[in-house]
């Protein structure tokens, strides 16, 4: 069956034809391709398309598609472990390379998606501080958790709703909405209701209403307000985590974070997720204490083994990040170049390999509101040229492309040539 038959028969056992919304193309308004296989920089679809590939799962492929040593590690444990619901010694591997090569991170709890992770960090933070509120920032998304679908970036924003249907008003009566990069907005909201507050989660480079880096001020004042107040503040680096450095963007920054979540890097491109930080706050997990949270598939062999193989040769390779930095440099320049000569209204966001091109008039994008003035119907046509010239993108303004360590000069150049031929 070629792309469009198996679509089309998808679309009768599963809505949209999907288990993800974006995935569909819907605002592209045209049949996905279907993906076969995968290898580095490539993918390929079931039509004999081959496609550079700059989505990498949305975030997880940064070793490329199928590195050999995370199939390798797979591969291995899949003859001896599939799931056993038990303690594992590849749970402690992991966990263990996690809190002595992070900073910030005494203790971690495995989980299988960043929305797990993010909503049990919440769950948490309100358990630690015996509080209910928890301010999110518009344009961040944290997972399609109910106390998050509101004025959330990804797909809600893609879709341009507000929220979504389902989510009853007493779940997110607790969830105070602040301006991203807004100190003033910032300290309006927790001098309004500063002992009410359990926490704050944030996206430190946000990447869900198109790559928006946060000003590092701006953080500063987080981390100063959390500690005045007693509230927790919580890094969602589930796609900055691993990505923009090896330790996450709160080493760029220099902010420490009370918690931080991650997933789709950590789990080397299984169903993964965890959340961890500061041992006297994950002391409070059941069963040592009163928050509980649980998962049948958490720490499961496989994905534990996938997640090891990735974060350890990320962190024993400090130079694929010196290569990912020269590929994003040498991608935001040539794209800017030829919107200069071009005349595209252009304005590009960058934190390392993770990169958004945002058509704006403006010149600027610092928040959910700068974003939503991009001109959407350029980006389609951006869009479909660049996957009809065999480059994938995400299909939305409102996402972020990523490079990974098999990409070359040359894939980038190809990028760029493909760009040279878009007409408005
Ligand atoms: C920053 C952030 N947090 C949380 C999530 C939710 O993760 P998942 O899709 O694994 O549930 C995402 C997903 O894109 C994300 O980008």
């Not at 069963?287 to 496989?302: E, H, K, L």
Request: proline share 4%; glycine share 10%.
């Amino acid at each position: 069956m070629n792309s469009h038959e198996i679509f089309e028969e998808s679309k009768q056992y599963m809505p949209g034809g999907v288990n993800s919304p974006v995935r569909a193309f819907k605002d592209m308004e045209i049949t996905p391709p279907v993906i076969k296989k995968g290898e580095g920089a490539y993918i390929f679809d079931e039509d004999g398309n081959q496609y550079i590939d700059f989505v990498g799962a949305w975030g997880p492929m940064i070793l490329g598609h199928c590195d050999k040593d995370v199939v390798k590690a797979i591969k291995e444990t899949a003859e001896n472990a599939i799931a056993f619901g038990a303690p594992t010694e590849l749970e402690l591997k992991l966990a263990k390379h996690m809190c002595t090569t992070l900073d910030n991170f005494d203790m971690v709890r495995m989980v299988n998606s960043g929305t797990e992770a993010t909503m049990s960090a919440v769950k948490l933070a309100r358990g630690y501080t015996g509080r209910d509120k928890i301010i999110k920032f518009a344009g961040c998304y944290h997972g399609h958790f109910d106390g998050f679908l509101i004025s959330a970036g990804s797909g809600v924003m893609t879709e341009g709703i507000p929220g979504s249907a389902g989510v009853p008003e007493a779940s997110i009566k607790n969830t105070v909405i602040g301006n991203y990069n807004d100190i003033e907005n910032i300290e309006m909201i927790f001098e309004k209701m500063g002992n009410e507050i359990a926490g704050v989660i944030i996206e430190p480079v946000a990447g869900n209403m198109g790559v928006v880096p946060a000003k590092k001020e701006f953080l500063q004042k987080l981390r100063e307000l959390c500690d005045e107040n007693g509230s927790i503040l919580i890094f969602d680096e589930v796609m900055c985590g691993f990505r923009v450095a090896y330790k996450g963007a709160q080493s760029l920054y220099e902010v420490t974070p009370d918690l931080t979540t991650f997933a789709k890097i950590m789990g080397g491109g299984l169903p993964c997720g965890a959340y961890g930080g500061k041992r006297e706050i994950m002391e409070k997990l059941s069963p040592m204490g009163p928050v509980y949270q649980a998962g049948t598939m958490s720490g499961n062999p496989i994905v534990m083994a996938a997640g090891l193989a990735t974060l350890t040769k990320l962190y024993e390779n400090p130079d694929l990040y010196v290569k990912l930095e020269t590929l994003g440099e040498k991608l935001e320049k040539g794209a800017l170049k030829i919107a200069k000569e071009k005349n595209l209204p252009l304005c590009v966001n960058r934190c390392g390999a993770m990169i958004t091109l945002f058509f704006n008039e403006e010149g600027k994008v610092e928040n959910y509101e700068d974003a939503k003035k991009c001109d959407t119907d350029m980006f389609k046509k951006f869009f479909l040229h660049m996957l009809n010239s065999g480059i994938n993108i995400a299909p939305s303004q409102f996402e972020a492309l990523f490079i990974n360590t098999t990409h070359t000069e040359e894939h980038i150049d190809s990028f760029l040539q493909a760009m040279k031929k878009f007409q408005v």
